[in-house]
């Protein structure tokens, strides 16, 4: 992802539906892992949003970000931050207790590799969140614009896991509800969707995407895709 668009998103997470959702799902994968707290790693984290979450419930955050401007953003403000390429991270094998990995796999071109340095870091029974765009029927200029390579079906994403010897405990769709809608704008797409909201048109969004924690929608198509993994002990 480009300076332009880090620095868009900066500004932009902290109200927007979709950025404030997905802190939402990290807090309550959060919630689900036994044991307390430990040393957690946000591989691609941009700015630094969903490491502040990681933060605030306990653990020991460290942001591994590519970008100048969202390893700047995330320094800004308050988090430990190391720039580093996802594909050789400098780390300890097993010396982290949890890998988040929102939205970045999508983003590495040898995203082989990446998994494999996240198992490396992870020590046995150590956990792995992801997310990632899914379905090649939605690509569209906003994935280039964003700086995507790729984007994952779930046999795709489970191989790319169970490739690199972690255990797959849970994977399921997320913004189910408005993949119509999706569908429909990336078709006459040029740029990226990220942008300021209306704030009425924001809590409409807002309302669907939160229904989706009430409904049994997660094994439909989405927009993108939620997995839980574990580095056997």
Same mark, same amino acid.
């Given at each position: 992802?480009?300076?332009?668009? *880090?620095?868009?998103? $900066?500004t932009? #997470?902290?109200?927007?539906?979709? =950025?404030?959702?997905?802190?939402?799902?990290?807090?309550?994968e959060?919630a689900?892992?036994?044991?307390?707290?430990?040393?957690?790693?946000?591989?691609?984290?941009?700015?630094?949003?969903?490491?502040r979450?990681?933060? %605030?419930?306990?653990w020991?955050?460290l942001?591994?970000? =590519?970008? %100048?401007? &969202?390893?700047?953003?995330?320094?800004?403000?308050?988090?430990?931050?190391?720039?580093?390429?996802?594909? $050789?991270?400098?780390?300890?094998t097993? &010396?982290?207790d949890?890998?988040?990995?929102?939205?970045?796999?999508?983003?590495? #071109?040898?995203?082989?590799?990446?998994?494999?340095?996240?198992q490396?870091?992870?020590?046995? &029974?150590?956990?792995?969140?992801?997310?990632?765009?899914?379905?090649?029927?939605?690509w !569209?200029?906003?994935?280039?614009?964003?700086g995507?390579?790729r984007?994952?079906?779930r046999? !795709?994403?489970?191989r790319?896991?169970?490739?690199?010897?972690l255990?797959?405990e849970?994977?399921?769709?997320?913004?189910?509800?408005?993949?119509? *809608?999706?569908?429909?704008?990336?078709?006459? !797409?040029?740029?990226?969707?990220? !942008?300021?909201?209306?704030?009425?048109?924001?809590a409409?969004?807002?309302?669907?995407?939160?229904?989706?924690?009430?409904?049994?929608?997660?094994?439909?198509?989405?927009?993108?895709?939620?997995?839980?993994?574990?580095?056997?002990?």
């Amino acid at each position: 992802m480009d300076a332009a668009e *880090v620095s868009k998103l $900066a500004t932009l #997470e902290d109200r927007h539906w979709w =950025y404030r959702e997905r802190r939402w799902l990290l807090a309550r994968e959060l919630a689900r892992l036994p044991g307390p707290p430990g040393v957690a790693i946000d591989i691609g984290a941009a700015g630094g949003g969903n490491t502040r979450v990681l933060r %605030e419930l306990g653990w020991r955050e460290l942001v591994i970000e =590519y970008g %100048e401007e &969202g390893a700047l953003t995330a320094v800004r403000r308050g988090l430990r931050t190391v720039r580093a390429d996802g594909t $050789a991270l400098p780390l300890r094998t097993g &010396g982290v207790d949890l890998v988040v990995a929102f939205d970045v796999l999508e983003h590495i #071109e040898d995203d082989v590799a990446a998994a494999a340095e996240i198992q490396r870091s992870l020590r046995p &029974g150590g956990t792995l969140l992801v997310a990632v765009p899914c379905d090649m029927d939605l690509w !569209s200029a906003h994935d280039v614009a964003v700086g995507h390579v790729r984007r994952y079906d779930r046999d !795709s994403l489970r191989r790319l896991i169970d490739g690199a010897g972690l255990t797959v405990e849970d994977l399921r769709s997320w913004n189910v509800l408005l993949r119509p *809608v999706v569908r429909m704008r990336r078709r006459g !797409s040029t740029e990226s969707d990220l !942008s300021e909201l209306n704030p009425l048109v924001n809590a409409g969004l807002t309302t669907i995407i939160r229904a989706e924690r009430l409904l049994p929608v997660s094994r439909r198509k989405g927009v993108s895709l939620l997995l839980r993994a574990r580095r056997p002990a």
